[in-house]
Nanobody, 124 residues
Framework: QVQLVQSGGGLVQAGGSLRLSCAVS????????MGWFRQAPGKEREFVAA????????SYADSVKGRFTISRDNAKRAVYLQMNSLKPEDTAVYYC?????????????????WGQGTQVTVSS
């Protein structure tokens, strides 16, 4: 059984930082491209970042580029999202996910397994 268990998140003031973690079990993590998405109330789920199997390639949404960093530790079977210089518009539920394909992709339909979601709230 594939499981993605998220931790981190919470409430932070604008300009602050948070780190999200996602631990994966039940599949060969080393072969998985991974991604982070977020969904704000009343909005579609949107791409945040993605990372290749060996972390050699990454991709970011324009809205978070330069502020967020995706990383992974294959030995720990975990992927992370370091979020700096947070803005109120970053407020959303964040999800980690495994990609169906060996490519960096921004489309939710190209990901299969999803974490339970973690609330991130940035106050102004």
């Amino acid at each position: 059984q594939v499981q993605l268990v998220q931790s981190g998140g919470g409430l932070v003031q604008a300009g602050g930082s948070l780190r999200l973690s996602c631990a994966v079990s039940g599949r060969t993590f080393d072969n998985d491209y991974m991604g982070w998405f977020r969904q704000a109330p009343g909005k579609e789920r949107e791409f945040v970042a993605a990372i290749s199997t060996n972390a050699g390639s990454t991709s970011y949404a324009d809205s978070v580029k330069g502020r967020f960093t995706i990383s992974r530790d294959n030995a720990k079977r975990a992927v992370y999202l370091q979020m700096n210089s947070l803005k109120p518009e970053d407020t959303a539920v964040y999800y980690c996910t495994t990609s169906k394909y060996w490519r960096l992709t921004t489309y939710p339909r190209e990901y299969d397994y999803w974490g339970q979601g973690t609330q991130v709230t940035v106050s102004s």
